[in-house]
């Protein structure tokens, strides 16, 4: 019989953008949305922050990562591709996880947009004061 291949499933987030990876044994294919990484993200910058948990680990080309990813801009969806995949590693290798905490890609980050307030014209910025 012929061995099954392991499929690992994650969630990576960032601001508003959700990622969900499925990481497969395999080349080395990054597929995001159905096009490869660097077409998905046409910045360089957002593709390297993309690959950054497998040159971490050195693990360059021994996974397929299929991720579908909504919500947000650009750089929200690269940051969390990058969570998705590296919570995917962990649960293929644990011996990755001290390395990958090191690196801070396990940890979400939680910084999000501020809602603008009532009474003032954004989050912080005020109305211009006058006296009279």
Known sequence: MAKAKQILYSTGRRKTSVARV??????????????TYKD???NDTLSI???QPFQATDTLGKYHIFASVKGGGSA????AVRHGISRALVKADEG?????????FLTR???KKERKKPGQKGARKKF???KR
């Open 22 to 35: 499925r990481l497969v044994h395999g080349k080395g294919e990054i597929i995001i949305n159905k096009k």
């Open 40 to 42: 998905y993200f046409g």
């Open 49 to 51: 922050i993309v690959c």
């Open 76 to 79: 929200g969806q690269a940051g």
């Open 96 to 104: 990755l996880k001290d390395t990958l905490k090191k690196a801070g």
């Open 109 to 111: 980050d939680p910084r």
């Open 128 to 130: 211009q004061f006058t």
